[in-house]
């Protein structure tokens, strides 16, 4: 009962919530886009693009979260860039903003994981049989029509596994919101992880209400994923 009186636990689940419903559409949308160009046979040098892509995956969680908070100061040099190019003409509080510090963890997280996706989509896009896309083409099928009726319906089981991990990787989210903004300001970027770390560590020590807040955790993987699998399977 305390959960459905807990403000705080409300601010965390709304955020994370939020994060969930923003970013993970970005992420698989922007990952089929890179796999579809990169399984291109025109473009030279994609081993090189895949790898640049790839390696933010490799990198530690702590470390990228410190790089990224440096360049989203008020004088860091995304302010800086964007001044230079007139986009701007004062500087974004990126990390004192609550509107954006949401969009600065959203901008991580996509940069940390695209090329994670992307893996996955362009392993399964090379073992589709290339005789499928020359019937397409001797048909005189474009290929912006190839990529949504052929390429994408044949990697439904990927884009499910994929939603589904991204899902439960979105509900887990803490290092990003620990070390980039700590949760602030004003609680905006808190989420349900860092809530159950604060209530074990940082406040005074509740392991049995942490365990209830994570259990909150669990039950939302759970539905999310059923209700994914469940879409899959109807279309």
């Not at 030279?44 to 969680?61: E, G, H, M």
């Not at 440096?70 to 860039?81: A, K, Q, R, T």
């Not at 399964?124 to 319906?153: C, H, L, W």
Request: hydrophobic share 55%.
């Amino acid at each position: 009962m305390r959960l459905f009186h807990d403000p705080m636990f409300k601010t965390a689940l709304l955020n994370t919530l939020t994060f969930l419903v923003i970013q993970v559409p970005i992420m698989i949308l922007l990952s089929l886009a890179i796999s579809s160009c990169l399984n291109s046979p025109r473009l030279k040098y994609k081993q090189w693009f895949r790898l640049a892509i790839f390696l933010p995956c490799v990198t530690s969680l702590v470390a990228y979260s410190i790089l990224f908070k440096s360049m989203f100061e008020l004088d860091g040099v995304i302010n800086s860039f964007l001044l230079f190019l007139h986009i701007i003409d004062e500087p974004i509080a990126w990390l004192a903003d609550p509107f954006w510090a949401k969009v600065t963890i959203i901008i991580a997280i996509t940069w940390r994981w695209t090329g994670y996706n992307m893996i996955f989509y362009l392993s399964a896009m090379q073992n589709i049989d290339k005789s499928v896309y020359e019937a397409a083409r001797i048909d005189g099928v474009s290929p912006i029509k190839q990529f949504f009726f052929i390429t994408v319906p044949l990697l439904k089981p990927v884009i499910l596994f994929t939603s589904i991990t991204s899902t439960i990787g979105t509900l887990q989210l803490f290092d990003e919101v620990m070390n980039i903004t700590n949760g602030g300001p004003a609680n905006s970027t808190l989420t349900l992880s860092l809530y159950i770390y604060n209530l074990s560590f940082s406040f005074v020590p509740n392991f049995g209400y942490a365990a209830a807040v994570s259990y909150v955790i669990v039950a939302f993987a759970a539905v999310l994923a059923l209700l994914q699998f469940k879409v899959a399977k109807d279309r």
